[in-house]
C-alpha cells in the first residue's frame, strides 16, 4: 500500500521555484532543495523524479505566475505602447513581495544557453521564439513599418528585454524606469 503523500505539491514546487530563482539551477543543491520545500530527498525522488524533474515543475509554476501579464499583453491593442506596458508589468512581478529576483525564464535561458540538456533549451527557445512573435505582432500595428524594420525591432526588443531582467536585479526602481523609457524612446 502507497503512503499517503503528507505535503502539497504545488506548494512544495512554489518553493523550489523560488530557491531556484534565487540561486539558479547549478548552485541549488538537493539539500536545499530538502530544507526549502520541507520534505526528504525519497519524496522528491518519487514525486519529480530527480532535481531536474523539480526544475521543470518549477518552470512551470513560473509560467503560471507570469500567465495573466501574457494573457494582458496578448489581448493588448496599442502596439508598442503594449510592448512597453508588458516590460514595466514584468518588472512588477520581480519586485513583489521584495523578490530581486529577474526573470526566472531569463535566467534559466542564460544559465542553459551552452547546456547539454535539451528538454530545458527547448522549453527556454519557445519561450523566447514566442515572446519574439508576440513583439512581432505588436509592432505590425503600426503600418509604416517595413518587415524588415519589425523583424530588427522584434530582436532588439528580446535583448532589450534579457537586459531588463537583469538589470531588476540589482539597480533601482528609477534606473530601471529609466531604461524602460529609454529603450522605447526610438520604437
Known amino acids: 500500500m502507497a503512503r499517503k503523500k503528507e505535503y ?3 506548494e512544495v514546487i512554489e518553493k523550489a521555484m523560488n530557491i531556484f530563482w534565487q ?9 536545499m532543495l530538502e530544507k526549502e520545500m520541507g520534505i526528504n530527498k525519497f519524496s522528491i525522488y518519487s514525486s519529480f523524479g530527480s532535481k531536474n524533474g523539480v526544475f521543470l515543475e518549477s518552470l512551470k509554476c513560473y509560467k503560471s505566475k507570469i500567465r ?9 491593442s496599442n502596439g508598442v505602447e503594449d510592448i512597453k506596458q508588458f516590460f514595466y508589468d514584468s518588472i512588477y512581478v520581480s519586485h513583489q ?5 529577474g526573470c526566472l525564464i531569463t535566467n534559466t535561458y542564460n544559465e542553459f544557453s ?7 533549451k527547448d522549453q527556454m527557445n519557445t519561450f523566447m521564439g514566442d515572446l519574439k512573435n508576440i513583439f512581432i505582432e505588436k509592432l505590425k500595428m503600426d503600418a509604416t513599418k517595413d518587415e524588415e524594420t519589425i523583424c530588427k525591432q522584434a ?4 535583448l532589450a528585454k534579457h537586459g531588463l531582467a537583469a538589470a531588476s536585479r540589482v539597480n533601482t526602481q528609477k534606473e530601471i524606469e ?9 520604437l
Open 8 to 10: 502539497i505539491e504545488e
Open 178 to 186: 529609466d531604461y524602460i523609457e529609454m529603450t522605447f524612446k526610438n
Open 23 to 31: 540561486n539558479g539551477y547549478e548552485n541549488t543543491s538537493m539539500q
Open 114 to 120: 551552452e547546456s547539454e540538456d535539451l528538454l530545458i
Open 155 to 158: 530582436n532588439y526588443l528580446v
Open 68 to 76: 495573466a501579464i501574457f494573457e494582458k499583453f496578448i489581448e493588448a
Open 97 to 101: 513581495a521584495g523578490n530581486h529576483k
